[in-house]
């Protein structure tokens, strides 16, 4: 395998997971939510999957304290494979073999809790001057719609840096970063034909603002859970105050990056979202991911089907 360390195209990756889990209590008192299960396979295994599918071959978990059983997930685990092995129980000796296959994965920690802008901080010299991927992996992207690699198509076609857009209601809006934006026409940027991107995906950001009230919502577009950043952002987030929240907030770097010239790194564009996306870090939003994905499982869909058909609701 040839080793690249410093690259143009988007290599490397950062997937925040510090954040308490507070929204999941009490599940999340000793268990990470990075760590509860989409059927058999913890949510952030499907994050890291994407983004291997997407071309990334270099990872960073931003961790905190009580997050060892994120990084065991990715690791050998000698013992238990020893037994799978000896049982002649290949299969599962393969599922849990399954992260060589993934990207290679690191870890730093947070230290303190500082908001979503100073965990992506912390990636800063481990990814130095690439662009780079960020992932939230309380969003998960159904595969049916390859977002990131849109958004990777789109970063290297036109520079600058990419946010995922979720159409949402006014209401949801203020959950978000809420965003101003201009549509791109494919054609006259070069996009046509690239990643399957059609007419209306693609848009310029004008304006981002994090979690407004409802009378400042800027449009139905929501900035969620995939960013591919210009490195451009860390010089921002240096010595960006805190924001909404009193946090170092990710979404307002977004805003200084759109008043930056484009030879400098600046510029914002957005992908809008067309698959199906869950928010795993709230109670409904996850078991809606376990039921559809549930649905989906080759081995058990069929019954649970079956299962669901059956409950008189
Ligand atoms: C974060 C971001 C916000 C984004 C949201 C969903 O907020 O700050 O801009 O829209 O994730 O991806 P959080 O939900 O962590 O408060």
Do not use: C, W
């Not at 059983?69 to 599922?95: Q, T, V």
């Not at 849990?96 to 993934?102: G, H």
């Not at 981002?208 to 859970?225: D, H, Q």
């Not at 960006?240 to 977004?254: A, C, N, V, Y």
């Amino acid at each position: 395998m040839a080793i690249t360390l410093g690259s143009e195209s988007v290599r490397k990756g950062v997937i925040p997971a510090a954040g308490r889990g507070t929204r999941f209590l009490p599940m999340t008192k000793a268990v990470p939510k990075e760590m509860l299960p989409i059927v058999d396979r913890p949510a952030i295994e499907l994050v890291v999957e994407e983004a291997t599918k997407a071309g990334l071959d270099d990872l960073l978990f931003i961790t905190a304290t009580n997050k060892q059983m994120i990084e065991d997930h990715f690791d050998a685990a000698p013992e238990l494979e020893l037994a799978l092995r000896s049982g002649n129980k290949l299969e599962l000796l393969e599922s849990i073999e399954r992260y060589k296959q993934y990207s290679r994965v690191h870890s730093v920690r947070q230290g303190h809790p500082h908001g979503l802008g100073h965990a992506v901080f912390q990636a800063y010299r481990h990814v130095g001057d690439n662009p780079f991927a960020v992932l939230l992996p309380d969003d998960l992207m159904h595969p049916e719609d390859p977002v990131l690699e849109k958004m990777i198509a789109v970063r290297e076609q036109i520079g600058g840096s990419v946010v995922a857009l979720l159409e949402v209601t006014p209401e949801q809006a203020t959950a978000y970063g809420s965003a101003a934006v201009t549509n791109i026409p494919l054609a006259t940027n070069g996009l046509e034909g690239v990643a399957g991107l059609q007419e209306g995906d693609v848009f310029r950001l004008d304006r981002i603002v994090e979690k407004p009230p409802i009378e400042e919502v800027l449009s139905k577009y929501a900035s969620v859970g995939r960013f591919v950043l210009d490195p451009k952002v860390f010089e921002i987030l240096e010595t960006l105050p805190p924001g909404r929240g009193g946090e170092i907030q990710l979404t307002d770097s977004f805003q200084t990056l759109i008043e930056t010239p484009e030879e400098q790194g600046g510029g914002v564009t957005g992908v809008v979202i067309r698959g199906r996306r869950f928010d795993t870090g709230d109670k409904l939003g996850y078991l809606q991911a376990v039921v559809e994905m549930g649905l989906e499982d080759p081995a058990l869909g069929e019954k649970f089907r079956e299962f669901l058909t059956g409950l008189s609701l």
